[in-house]
């Protein structure tokens, strides 16, 4: 029954763009926005690549400090295998946990047994394979790696893409190549088969990791996203009220140019960002 | 008969389906354009400030309001039962500034305090979900009350508005979406 709960809380949030904010006025500022839920972290993804050194779970005080400033859901981030970091955060009533890759990995074999939580997850995956397996493991929601904290689209693009066109694979074949491709995949079969009769995941899918402009978000929409994470992308621009404001609206009209047209004009400076090739630290490279 | 399903943000999808399989017509409203004349609107779950702050950019606010007023039926579920009410007991917030009646937000708490249970509705059994589910606390002499958990009030209807704070579209049972389609 929880399960289905927390399966049903993702379900709430499609549609809508979940931000990372780092302090309760930033909250305000993304809550104003219209996103339908943020992620409560000391760093952005883009901060913590530019200090480096081990980035752990969020002080629980500054976690605090956001749920008594805004209504919306609030999320925040244990590092891979963490079990503690996640208990805790479910000891101050978290509404969703983000197994992530952005941190540090606690463990680089295990991740955490999501099922002996009540609060929800989500986690990334860059292939069907990934999903799956964090699906299995107790994740209520699937979001792209991406490129955390780099606003360059390419990579979300990469395992938005791949994740899709596997499931498309799965959903033309025949019961015995069905067998085999949970085999591969490394997944039960009974994951592969609702993924083969559905043409889609269990869980609600949604695209993170380089999400900078409007258009960013309207493309991983139209490639399959239910909805979007942005990290660095909002409070790394110049002008965070209007852009955030801008995403949201992208994210629901992702299919009208013409009012994309309108809301990408005048938003001041994106981040700058970092292209693939500059990066020395491959954060989707964490967790499989 | 075209029912209009607000498709700003949240689980409206869920909605479409449910009314594909009771063999109603639905249209996706996402901007201004799409507001025609329905025989019925659905505002679904999600997040009230998200879709507030959608109704408003997208000028979509303003023909809602009017048509509701006018007398369209509306099932606003969760969120879409915040977007019609007139008050709030944990903000000044404005929405349509319909239905009247209070509401406390997330009364039922955070996601840890999200649950499912079965009481009745309008005098037939329904299985309830509650996600960070609101509940009322006052309602106006207008407003009818259709059902309680827990004492609570949790739906309610008030002429053409039926507001209710669980999410019907999340289960298989069809009784709260039929009695939202005899409401013409």
Redesign the interface.
Known sequence: ?RD???K??A???????IMDVSTPEQAVIA???????VMALERIPADIRAVGGVSRMSDPKMIRSIQETV???IMAKARIGHFVEAQIL?AI????IDESEVLSPADDVFHIDKKQF???FVCGAKDLGEALRRIQEGASMIRTKGEPGTGDIVQAVRHMRKIQGEMRMLTSMSKDELYNAAKVLAVPFELVEYVAKHGKLPVVNFAAGGVATPADAALMMQLGAEGVFVGSGIFKSGDPAKRA?AI??A???YE?AK?LADISADLGEAMVGINEQEIELMMSERGK | MKIGVLALQGAFLEHIEMLRKLGVETVEIRQKGDLVDFDGIVLPGGESTAMGKLLRDLELFAPLQEALRGGTPCLGTCAGLILMSKRFEDSEWRHLDLLDVTVRRHGFGRQIGSFATTAEFAGESVPMVFIRGPYITEVGENVEVLAKVEEKIVAVRQGNLLGVAFHPELTEDFVVHRYFLGMR
């Open positions: 029954m289905e709960l927390n049903n809380l379900q709430m949030l499609k549609g809508g763009v809550e104003k926005a219209g996103a339908c839920a209504s919306i859901p479910q009533e978290i509404d969703y009540k609060v929800p404001a949201v609206q994210v629901t009209n009208d009012l």
